[in-house]
């Protein structure tokens, strides 16, 4: 059953070419394309497309629905097309004509658009909550290893003296960047298309501000025909999100793998966190932030994926749009996995001390020797010479003192006052609006 079909059978390997993974993907949808519908009716009453009595039945039957849905008892039939056909079809069984009333004012475009929505704000919200747990591990750790020195580098040649507290904190800050990204994304998901019908409005008296409150957006995609054009934009500009959360775990990764390395020897985990060799007994491998790194150097390119599907698209709806959900959906399950799997795996780090007593350490202190002939009055470059000229000739002698004060360097990590900006950033999504109005849709 197709709601667009007419008297024409439509070719069955078009129909399956077409269809694709739709029935798959919209299941995830399925409950927020309930929700959408609840307030669609709710405004039909308002402008006197529905009775009072039949908005009653409907919404008691969506409901039913939802709540099927919920409890993992709902599925699209092979016969229909996706989850909105299954949604309406199901409606018009069970309570008649009332049923077939619920499309009016809308097309397919702008629903899938609002479940999109709803759906993306959803998973925001849980990748939002996985991030904010992994922010207060590392900051966890950078404050409890903040005295334990580390060697730092650059080019991948021994630099200056680090710390564990730098590097934990380094990662939590980073993560604050990424949720300003998010948060742009957030406020891009939560405007409403609904209304927008096919991506040029309708003759119906549709009152779209209504259905805006009723489903807890900020604000509305106002013109109909931007809309339609936002989808593709949307979905880009999440994936630009993710793929910077992707970014700062996938750099996280790879510095795990370069410090497990026995060559390093900073860091380790619990055997039975690591995986062996088949041939090789001593081997412990970092194989779960291995995939992590690549799980998250592919989803850093979604965004040009989405950008190649959707470039030089004209204005309106077209099918190429179907496809993202195929791209995008399971990023967001991977992403979310990776940032729980992060979380867990530093909960059982353990971390080497005295690592700068090697000798092969003592050049990392070459800056502090040279900065304290600075404080002493020699002219830096002269400082910097002298320096330069004892460690060629061997007499160089570390000054194993760090005195690092300024803001955010060893001595002074400032968690605090990144804890402060995640924090400001964080209340910004007030995801308590949006739980609130679909809480009293569903009542």
Same mark, same amino acid.
């Given at each position: 059953?197709?709601?667009?079909?007419?008297?024409?059978?439509?070719?069955?390997?078009?129909?399956?070419?077409?269809?694709?993974?739709?029935?798959?993907?919209?299941?995830?949808?399925?409950?927020?394309?309930?929700?959408?519908?609840?307030?669609?009716?709710?405004?039909?009453?308002?402008?006197?497309?529905?009775?009072?009595?039949?908005?009653?039945?409907?919404?008691?039957?969506?409901?039913?629905? #939802?709540?099927?849905?919920?409890?993992?008892?709902?599925?699209?039939?092979?016969?229909?097309?996706?989850?909105?056909?299954?949604?309406?079809?199901?409606?018009?069984?069970?309570?008649?004509?009332?049923?077939?009333?619920?499309?009016?004012?809308?097309?397919?475009?702008?629903?899938?658009?609002?479940?999109?929505?709803?759906?993306?704000?959803?998973?925001?919200? !849980?990748?939002?909550?996985?991030? =904010?747990?992994?922010?207060?591990?590392?900051?966890?750790?950078?404050?409890?290893?903040?005295?334990?020195?580390?060697?730092?580098? %650059?080019?991948?040649?021994? =630099?200056?003296?680090?710390?564990?507290?730098?590097?934990?904190?380094? #990662?939590?800050?980073?993560?604050?960047?990424?949720?300003?990204?998010?948060?742009?994304?957030?406020?891009?998901?939560?405007?409403?298309?609904?209304?927008?019908?096919?991506?040029?409005?309708?003759?119906?008296?549709?009152?779209?501000?209504?259905?805006?409150?009723?489903?807890?957006?900020?604000?509305?995609?106002?013109?109909?025909?931007?809309?339609?054009?936002?989808?593709?934009?949307?979905?880009?500009?999440?994936?630009?999100?993710?793929?910077?959360?992707?970014?700062?775990?996938?750099?996280?990764?790879?510095?795990?793998?370069?410090?497990?390395?026995?060559?390093?020897?900073?860091?380790?985990?619990?055997?039975?966190?690591?995986?062996?060799?088949?041939?090789?007994?001593?081997?412990?491998?970092?194989?779960?932030?291995?995939?992590?790194?690549?799980?998250?150097?592919?989803?850093?390119?979604?965004?040009?994926?989405?950008?190649?599907?959707? !470039?030089?698209?004209?204005?309106?709806?077209?099918?190429?749009?179907?496809?993202?959900?195929?791209?995008?959906?399971?990023?967001?399950?991977?992403?979310?996995?990776?940032?729980?799997? !992060?979380?867990?795996?530093?909960?059982?780090?353990?971390?080497?001390?005295?690592?700068?007593?090697?000798?092969?350490?003592? #050049?990392?202190?070459?800056?502090?020797?040279?900065?304290?002939?600075?404080?002493?009055?020699?002219?830096?470059?002269?400082? #910097?010479?002298?320096?330069?000229?004892?460690?060629?000739?061997?007499?160089?002698?570390?000054?194993?003192?760090?005195?690092?004060?300024?803001?955010?360097?060893?001595?002074?990590?400032?968690?605090?006052?990144?804890?402060?900006?995640?924090?400001?950033?964080?209340?910004?999504?007030?995801?308590?609006? %949006?739980?609130?109005?679909?809480?009293?849709?569903?009542?």
């Amino acid at each position: 059953m197709k709601i667009w079909q007419k008297n024409i059978e439509v070719n069955k390997d078009i129909e399956s070419f077409t269809v694709g993974k739709d029935r798959e993907l919209d299941l995830e949808m399925a409950a927020f394309d309930v929700l959408g519908s609840l307030a669609h009716v709710q405004m039909l009453e308002s402008i006197g497309l529905l009775t009072a009595d039949e908005l009653v039945l409907i919404q008691k039957e969506l409901k039913n629905i #939802y709540a099927e849905i919920e409890a993992g008892d709902f599925r699209i039939e092979d016969t229909v097309e996706d989850v909105h056909s299954q949604v309406e079809w199901m409606l018009t069984q069970r309570i008649g004509e009332a049923g077939k009333k619920i499309h009016s004012g809308r097309s397919r475009n702008d629903q899938v658009l609002v479940d999109l929505k709803l759906f993306f704000r959803d998973r925001i919200e !849980t990748t939002v909550h996985n991030t =904010a747990v992994l922010f207060q591990q590392l900051i966890a750790l950078s404050n409890t290893h903040k005295d334990k020195l580390l060697p730092g580098y %650059t080019h991948l040649q021994i =630099a200056m003296p680090s710390s564990f507290g730098l590097w934990f904190g380094a #990662y939590a800050e980073s993560l604050v960047d990424d949720m300003e990204v998010m948060l742009a994304a957030w406020k891009i998901c939560n405007k409403n298309p609904l209304g927008s019908a096919a991506g040029y409005g309708s003759s119906f008296p549709l009152n779209r501000t209504l259905t805006t409150e009723l489903l807890g957006f900020e604000n509305l995609n106002y013109n109909v025909v931007y809309a339609q054009m936002g989808r593709g934009k949307t979905e880009r500009i999440l994936a630009q999100a993710m793929s910077s959360v992707a970014a700062s775990l996938a750099k996280m990764a790879m510095d795990v793998c370069l410090f497990i390395n026995q060559n390093f020897g900073f860091i380790r985990f619990p055997d039975e966190l690591t995986t062996g060799s088949s041939i090789m007994p001593h081997k412990k491998n970092p194989d779960v932030f291995e995939l992590i790194r690549s799980r998250c150097n592919k989803i850093q390119a979604l965004p040009n994926e989405i950008a190649m599907m959707t !470039t030089n698209l004209p204005s309106g709806y077209h099918r190429d749009l179907q496809l993202l959900k195929e791209n995008l959906f399971p990023a967001m399950v991977s992403l979310n996995e990776c940032l729980e799997m !992060t979380t867990y795996m530093l909960q059982h780090i353990e971390l080497k001390g005295d690592i700068l007593k090697d000798p092969k350490y003592a #050049y990392l202190f070459s800056v502090e020797v040279v900065n304290e002939l600075a404080l002493s009055g020699v002219p830096f470059r002269e400082a #910097y010479k002298i320096v330069g000229e004892s460690i060629e000739n061997g007499t160089f002698k570390p000054s194993e003192e760090v005195n690092h004060t300024h803001e955010g360097s060893i001595g002074n990590l400032c968690n605090d006052a990144i804890e402060k900006m995640m924090e400001q950033i964080l209340d910004q999504f007030n995801f308590e609006k %949006t739980r609130s109005a679909i809480q009293k849709l569903l009542a």
